[in-house]
């Protein structure tokens, strides 16, 4: 008698992890309730910016209208984030990836849960230079259609001015056919200074400057600086109000 | 079922001090344990899973029909969730979206007041619910125009749907009934203990494997031990149901005694042809949502038409 085909299942792979681990795997497992989550979060997250924060946008044009690509945007306040995620399309927020710190930002259930379900936030380890993370990002890029929010001075600043960019946009950048947009938010220190419980009711104004490509560029340590530099003078500029 | 009918019902006094004395006893045991040089850390996970569910239970119950409801619904949305990550379903959204809805659905109209009857429950349209819910799933393949292993998914949905939504969310139904309390209390607490009898019978005289190519942990002397526990219990708890007479207690144990460990054989089958050890890890101690209600979902509709049958809807 022929035997029937036996069913093969596909388990998720995190099946078996505690919620605790799971929540700081990744890539993550798609979820419906996550992502929708998400979206309702993100619907929210657009209005709060918009009438309390009267947030402004200018150069939204700028931003590609496919292809996996990279903002960077100087770090005064958590709502460097959170304005990024309101300049993108809805239909883009699941295959938006906020770096943030995983010795920060996933530290706890709670906030693991937040950081991965509302913002959809790739953990990123700061030890080692971030090599590890970074090979998860260019990872990341290589698929189709993914953008990744990245805060090259590595630290919310305290000063107001733009810090020096570290190394990692530059690694990322040099030699990959891989485009860079440059953003600056102002308005973000005064908002939510470092150390505030809760954001004030200040304008916040966003501009996105046009995207810039490395991709004629060595990997050498020099076009890495150069990629730096000029990413961080694109970003100086934008804040002067400039394209 | 109400705050203020909870707080006056014997029923509902009488259940939480049932339990609240068992947990005290059993963290008093296993305190001596502790102190007499045992290792009881995996137990002791176990009972903190008690100690966490058990107030949630009695709170939703106490809140009354709706939260009863309500609580059901979600139960069984979340154990379907784990059936879908379990079998790979979960990458299907046509499929587990319709389930989720018609989930929704299910609880939705167990809120409803029947249009034509006036009575609380809409029950002729959560009985025929599933009609219309196997159509829409069977639909999806049309609709994308695919083939190829279809029949694999919409079987997994229609599954997923009847027995952790529709043949789970009996227990809802008994909210509806002028016994709620009693029904509903009896139920979960009849189908825990014969659980925990079926696992303390087993550790100490179990030896025969009870389905060893299923679940080897069990052993005919436990299950032989939970139904007789399980036949004793309806007895005990006779002021649940004063309207019952002794065949109907009979017949209670045994649907509890039996049903309760097919609903486990159920489960573990499932599991171990998907190859995987738990459903979940959404409880300290227990695994996953199906884990622990695995029980529930054979002997929740069973008796719920047992109680229709012989004593009408009230």
């Known amino acids: 008698m022929p035997v029937m085909n036996i069913w093969k299942y596909h388990p998720s792979p995190d099946i078996g992890t505690p919620i605790a681990d799971r929540l700081q795997r990744f890539p993550r497992e798609p979820g419906m309730l996550a992502y929708a989550i998400r979206s309702i979060g993100a619907l929210f997250l657009r209005a709060w910016m918009r009438v309390y924060h009267r947030l402004r946008i200018d150069g939204r044009e700028n931003l590609p209208a496919s292809g996996s690509y990279v903002l960077v945007c100087n770090h005064t306040s958590h709502l460097d984030t959170l304005c990024l995620l309101s300049a993108i399309a809805l239909r883009r927020i699941h295959h938006c990836f906020p770096a943030a710190a995983a010795d920060y930002f996933f530290t706890s259930l709670p906030r693991s849960a937040v950081s991965s379900t509302l913002i959809n936030a790739l953990p990123f380890d700061r030890r080692a230079g971030g090599a590890q993370s970074l090979d998860l990002c260019s990872r990341l890029l290589r698929e189709e259609g993914n953008i990744l929010i990245l805060f090259p001075e590595g630290t919310r600043t305290t000063t107001g001015a733009t810090g020096r960019f570290r190394s990692g946009i530059g690694r990322l950048a040099a030699g990959n056919d891989l485009d860079i947009v440059p953003c600056h938010l102002e308005g973000g220190m005064r908002a939510w200074p470092k150390g505030k419980l809760l954001p004030r009711p200040r304008r916040l104004h966003l501009r996105i400057g046009q995207a810039r490509n490395f991709r004629q560029l060595d990997t050498t340590a020099e076009s890495v600086k150069a990629v730096c530099k000029d990413l961080q003078e694109c970003v100086s500029r934008l804040a002067g109000g400039r394209a | ?314």
């Open chain 2, 1 to 314: 079922m109400a705050i203020d009918l909870a707080t006056n019902s014997k029923v509902f006094l009488g259940y939480a001090l049932i339990t609240g004395a068992l947990l005290l006893l059993a963290g008093l045991l296993l305190g001596l344990l502790r102190l007499s040089g045992r290792d009881v850390s995996s137990p002791l996970r176990t009972y903190r899973g008690w100690l966490i569910m058990i107030p949630i239970v009695l709170g939703t119950l106490l809140l009354g029909r709706e939260a009863t409801i309500a609580g059901v619904t979600l139960l069984a949305a979340f154990g379907f969730r784990e059936f879908a990550r379990a079998t790979g379903l979960y990458e299907d959204w046509w499929m587990t979206g319709i389930v989720y809805l018609a989930i929704f659905a299910l609880g939705a109209v167990s809120l409803m007041t029947d249009p034509r009857l006036g009575q609380p429950g809409w029950y002729g349209f959560f009985m025929a619910l599933p009609t219309f819910v196997i159509a829409l799933i069977l639909l999806v393949p049309v609709l994308r125009n695919r083939a190829q292993g279809e029949l694999q998914k919409v079987a997994l949905a229609i599954f997923g749907f009847i027995y952790f939504g529709w043949m789970f969310m009996h227990l809802g139904l008994f909210a509806n009934t002028a016994n709620a309390y009693g029904y509903l209390l009896f139920l979960i607490f009849a189908v825990e203990v014969n659980d925990v009898a079926a696992f303390t019978f087993g550790k100490m005289f179990g030896k025969r494997k009870l389905r060893e190519h299923i679940s080897p942990n069990k052993t005919l002397a436990g299950s032989i031990g939970a139904i007789a526990v399980s036949l004793l219990l309806p007895w005990l708890l006779w002021f649940s149901f004063p309207q019952f007479n002794p065949a109907l207690l009979v017949l209670t144990g045994l649907i509890v005694g039996i049903g309760g460990q097919l609903g486990d054989l159920v489960i573990s089958y499932i599991k171990r042809d998907i190859g995987i050890k738990d459903m979940g890890t959404t409880i300290q101690g227990h695994g996953g949502i199906l884990d622990r209600v695995d029980s529930m979902i054979f002997v929740a509709p069973i008796f719920f038409h047992m109680v229709r049958w012989f004593n009408g809807a009230g």
